[in-house]
């Protein structure tokens, strides 16, 4: 859990944005609900090359006090801190990046006092062999330092890193393309390179479901780092999402495990985006203990239907209206995979308690809309 730099400043990133969403990390609570990583993402280093020693060199006009007095204040805060770098020659905005440098750059960021790294994989050729080789590098790299630095992939999903990830050292790996600040699917065509289309949040609930089995205690499915609160601003496009939009994407992410890295600016969070960030039952869904990522069980008319096992025996469950109208849905126990009948519901979005479930549990659900449960 923490925070990235990418969505909101994208190339744009200043060492005050670093020092201000840890302070804003701290003083919100997000840090005592868990939210610990600082991560800064492309766009760090001065994008000529590396100097006469060959080491990367923060860009002087962005981290002007340098990043070792970065890495001291964010550590002074009780937080954690995150740099990146891509397994070919430049980085997906065209820095400098690590592939043949791994060594020296893992001890460059050990030496600065770096706690995780976001490997990205543009530039890299596009075969699955050559990915693990590349990743598996730096995965040995990291861990030459000596130093706890959480490994993060990020190559998309498109060579399946939920079967190799862990092998190759990581902690967490993209399993699909950008998401942006949209409900649909968004097609980029930058002006030399070749269109792409970054993913919305419902392209990525079908994602989620695909590789829900693969995530587990010490390496987890990445669907990306959070929307929530950028509402059309930032780096990344999309016209942003309804606050129901907002809440399905958090307890997707949150039933599915995904790490949870939010995007937008924490010095500028509304009411509306305070309130699904600092759910206190949807983080602990996604940090229960057992990391046993939920599934979807069932695909019902316009509903999607999730359950995740909790470690107090209780069942957490995510229906999802993908529909674009309102829907009445009625929930038998059987679908949600659950034995007894007796059984007290705790919706997590309204913070209430929800009457017994009984033979069968009805509610209506708004379009795009995620009605969360603890079942108890
Ligand atoms: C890729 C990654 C993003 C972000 C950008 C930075 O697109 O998937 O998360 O790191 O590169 O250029």
Redesign the pocket.
């Known amino acids: 859990m923490g925070w990235n730099s ?1 969505n909101m400043f994208g190339w744009k990133v200043h060492e005050e944005n670093i020092r201000s969403a840890a302070d804003a990390l701290v003083s919100t609570g997000l840090k005592d609900l868990g939210y610990e990583y600082v991560v800064i ?2 766009c760090w280093s001065i994008k000529e090359g590396r100097d006469n020693n060959g080491n990367l060199v923060p860009d002087p006009e962005k981290f002007p006090s340098g990043m070792k007095a970065l890495t001291e204040y964010v550590h002074s805060k009780g937080l954690k801190i995150g740099i ?1 770098s891509d397994a070919a020659e430049k ?3 065209g820095y400098p990046g690590s592939y043949g440098h791994e060594e020296r750059d893992a001890e460059l960021w050990a030496s600065w006092g770096f706690d995780f790294l ?1 490997y ?1 994989y ?1 530039n890299a050729p596009w075969d699955q062999a050559t990915a693990i080789d590349r990743y598996t590098r730096m995965g040995h790299a990291l861990k030459k330092t000596g130093r706890d630095i959480l490994y993060s992939l ?1 190559e ?1 999903g498109g060579r399946n890193p939920h079967l190799w990830g862990r092998d190759a050292g990581g902690a967490m790996w ?1 399993v699909s393309p ?1 998401l942006f600040d949209s409900w649909i699917d968004v097609c980029i065509q930058p002006e030399n390179g070749p269109a792409w289309t970054a993913i919305g949040v419902d392209t990525s609930l079908d994602i989620a479901a695909r590789v829900s089995e693969y995530g587990g205690p010490g390496g987890w499915n990445d669907l ?2 959070l929307v929530i609160g950028l509402k059309g601003k930032g780096q990344i496009e999309g016209a942003g999402l309804s606050p129901a939009e907002y809440r399905t994407h958090m307890s997707i992410w949150s039933i599915a495990c995904s790490p949870l890295m939010i995007g937008c600016d924490l010095t500028a969070m509304d009411t509306d985006t305070r309130k699904i960030l600092l759910n206190k039952e949807c983080v602990r869904v996604n940090q229960d203990s057992l990391g046993i990522p939920g599934k979807r069980v069932l695909q019902r008319n316009s509903c999607d239907f999730w359950t995740k096992p909790l470690e107090d025996g209780s069942t957490a469950a995510a229906i999802v209206n993908r529909g674009s109208q309102s829907t009445l849905c009625k929930i038998a126990a059987g679908d949600l995979g659950l034995l007894d009948k007796k059984k007290q519901v705790y919706d997590i979005w309204a913070e209430s308690p929800a009457g017994d479930f009984g033979e069968e549990y009805s509610c209506s659900i708004e379009a795009h809309e995620t009605k969360f449960f603890i079942i108890r």
Do not use: N
Request: charged letters at 45%; a negative charge; proline letters at 0%.
């Open positions: 990418w993402d492309d990146y980085t997906c905005a976001k990205d543009c990020c998309w993209r950008d990306d780092m």
